[in-house]
């Protein structure tokens, strides 16, 4: 199974700030996701991303708020940009793997609290 | 649109018995992929067991193993000999297998398993 190391595992960060969360895939993977498990909650879709073009955003997300890189097939992160407290959450990425992606394993996730 | 669901947000089951964590979804499709996954207090996710929707036998890890019923779209986990460190919240999810799926998740809403000693 894929290894994903996700960074910073915690974070408090002021309101108004930025913050980037940075996933590392041991081998090369073509879908990336990214989740996020707000307090006590599911996990929601916020984007996919794929190597060389635009990642595809979920209702509700939009690039301005959570932009996304994806520069090679090992790499990925997700900003959380200008927070507020209802971004304090848990992000998650996620890869798929296996013939026909039918394998789906995450980060350690990040909790990042907004004060 | 694909929905899972999870009745029971909480259950608690006695260690070394059985315990069955229920899940239904609902689709149109055929062809798709059914998942458990295990969040303990560490907020990893962990995948538990995986079925096929073409496979009518019922996956089976270990102590875990599901009970899939295809035409009621049920899809319960069953936990036996439990033990103390299968306390976790257990989250449901289906993936479509359409080729014009992007192969992300949708996950019910969890429940919480409580194992007393």
């Known amino acids: 199974s894929a290894v994903i190391s996700q960074k910073p595992s915690r974070d408090i960060c002021q309101r108004g700030t930025s913050l980037t969360i940075q996933c590392q895939v041991d081998?090369?993977?073509?879908?990336m996701f990214w989740y996020r498990q707000q307090p006590g909650q599911s996990l929601t879709l916020i984007a996919t991303?794929?190597?060389?073009?635009?990642?595809?955003?979920e209702s509700g997300f939009v690039i301005d708020k959570f932009p996304i890189s994806r520069p090679n097939l090992t790499f990925s992160t997700l900003t959380v940009s200008n927070m507020s407290p209802e971004d304090s959450s848990i992000y998650l990425c996620?890869?798929?793997?296996?013939?026909?992606?039918?394998?789906?394993?995450f980060g350690q996730g990040t909790r990042l609290t907004v004060v | 649109a694909q929905t899972v669901t999870q009745s029971q947000p909480e259950m608690s089951v006695q260690e070394a018995e059985t315990v069955t964590l229920s899940c239904t979804y609902d689709?149109?499709?055929?062809?798709?992929?059914l998942f458990w996954y295990k969040q303990p207090p560490s907020r990893q996710m962990i995948l538990v067991i995986r079925q096929e929707a073409y496979k009518q036998q019922n996956a089976t890890e270990n102590r875990f193993s599901v009970n899939f019923q295809k035409a009621a779209k049920s899809f319960s986990l069953k936990i036996s000999d439990s033990q103390l460190g299968d306390a976790a919240m257990y989250f449901c999810a289906y993936r479509s297998d359409y080729g014009g799926s992007q192969g992300n998740l949708i996950f019910g809403k969890g429940t919480k398993l409580s194992v007393k000693p």
């Open positions: 689709t149109s499709e055929s062809d798709y992929y």
């Open positions: 991303a794929n190597q060389g073009s635009e990642a595809t955003y």
């Open positions: 081998s090369q993977v073509t879908m």
């Open positions: 996620s890869v798929g793997e296996g013939l026909m992606n039918t394998e789906a394993f």
